[in-house]
């Protein structure tokens, strides 16, 4: 009994003296891991912490964390000092952490560990990576692991595909064997223009040996492939989104290319996350909340070899709504075709029910030269060219013209009013039948 007394009174005389430190030190140093501030998280740590951890593994370790993550904010709530494990100069508070990522929230038990500076008079953090997020220590990192799910896709009436994840191939330069004697011949090959190869190949930052992608599609000849390596290219077949009709239905199709900001702010794409490839025009656009795929994460805390310790977060991802269309690819390239190099547009609408077969607009764009990021040389080229080939021309209303007198002769010989034999005997380039159309003349 005496031996429990003594064990009480000095627990109580630990805590008392804990207590009569205050909080001093703790407050600020919670209230910076709440706004994300390591730097001045980094102003609070305990000597020992300062000792053992550069300022790089507290400070840029967590900004590129979080960055990677997507964290938005820290919210850390319900705090106590835990009196079990406090003791004289240390003082240990459990929290509840809660992390707002893009990925989704992160809630795990946070436990902070300080210790009494008497020269400073104040508590000092021992900070360690689970300050950063619960659950890590020295030997630990965070993995992302993503399970790629498949984009929806467009099929013609018939079921052939308009627009589908596909295997294709993607051509590019070798980094450090390509040259700027080797961009004339890359440009010529894979119908690039020498700027947006040079362009494609200033931008880019690859290790020696990897490849520079330059362009992708769902084919190229073999002939092609054939003399990549004489000009330090070289190709890789990867899963893609493939464009079977390329120019002919690029208007109507569209093609995929990586949100932007500002369209991650569009109520249209709420839930979107910023890595995610979206429709930019035509029907890939219109549909894309159908078509549109939600990749598996999985957020997890390893060990150094890769061995999983504990799981953050974990969605199971979602494919995307395959749509089946009205268009007849054969059809659609028909009418394409016949365009050729006009300045024009084709449709086909079958009468009887008023299905759309094709829609097509001239002169067009490669889809794929938009998807592999359209250089500002190569895009000025075509948004300047008088034929407008980025405009979707039958999206707009012209007059019919001569086109429709056919329409007025139908009706003429239904009504009985004329014959297949009537003639008549026209002066000039106006008619009318008599005053009593008033100033109406047919021209």
């Known amino acids: 009994m005496k031996k429990w007394k003594w064990s009480a009174l000095l627990l109580f005389a630990i805590l008392a003296l804990t207590s009569c430190r205050g909080d001093k030190g703790v407050d600020e140093t919670i209230e910076a891991i709440g706004k994300m501030d390591a730097e001045a998280v980094y ?23 979080y960055s990677d993550l997507g964290v938005t904010a820290v919210n850390v709530e319900e705090i106590e000092t835990n009196k079990e494990e406090s003791s004289g100069d240390t003082r240990v508070v459990d929290a509840k952490v809660d992390l707002e990522t893009k990925y989704g929230p992160i809630s795990n038990d946070g436990k902070y560990q300080f210790t009494y500076d008497k020269e400073a008079g104040e508590w000092k953090l021992d900070w360690n990576p689970g300050v950063m997020i619960p659950g890590m220590d020295e030997n ?6 993503t399970k790629e799910m ?14 589908q994840d596909a295997e294709g191939i993607v051509v590019g330069a070798v980094a450090g064997s390509f040259t700027p004697e080797n961009i004339s011949e890359a440009a010529r090959l894979l119908g690039m223009t020498e700027e947006a190869v040079k362009e494609k190949i200033e931008n880019a930052n690859y290790g020696e040996g990897q490849l520079i992608p330059l362009i992708q599609r769902q084919s190229f000849r073999q002939e092609v492939l054939d003399q990549l390596a004489a000009n330090n290219l070289s190709y ?7 464009y079977p009709l390329e120019e002919a239905a690029a208007h109507v199709i569209g093609y995929l290319g990586r949100i932007t900001a500002e369209e991650l702010e569009d109520e249209k794409f709420k839930g979107y996350q910023d890595t995610d490839l979206i429709g930019k025009r035509g029907l890939e656009n219109l549909y894309d909340n159908k078509l549109h795929n939600t990749n598996g994460i999985k957020i997890y805390i390893a060990d150094r070899g890769g061995e999983e310790i504990k799981t953050l977060i974990e969605t ?6 395959d749509i089946t269309t009205t268009l007849d690819s054969k059809a659609q390239r028909a009418v394409y075709e016949q365009l050729g190099n006009d300045d024009a547009a084709g449709a086909a609408i079958n009468p009887q029910s008023g299905d759309i077969l094709a829609l097509a607009s001239a002169p067009s764009f490669n889809p794929y030269e938009f998807m592999n990021g359209i250089g500002q040389e190569e ?11 980025l405009l979707s021309k039958y999206q707009y209303t012209y007059s019919p013209g001569s086109t429709f007198k056919a329409l007025t002769a139908i009706v003429g010989l239904n009504e009985g009013v004329i014959t297949p034999q009537s003639t008549y005997n026209i002066q000039g380039k106006q008619w009318q039948k008599d005053s009593s159309w008033g100033g109406y003349r047919i021209s």
């Open 43 to 65: 102003t609070h740590l305990s000597p020992e912490a300062l000792e053992k951890y550069p300022k790089e593994q507290v400070v840029d370790r967590q900004k590129k964390i």
């Open 140 to 145: 630990s990192v965070i993995r992302i692991q």
């Open 150 to 163: 498949r984009r929806g896709s467009i099929f013609d009436r018939n079921g052939e595909p308009l627009a």
């Open 236 to 242: 890789q077949k990867d899963f893609m989104r493939t």
């Open 316 to 321: 199971e991802g979602k494919d995307g709504e």
């Open 379 to 389: 895009y000025k080229k075509i948004s300047e060219d008088p034929k407008m080939p």
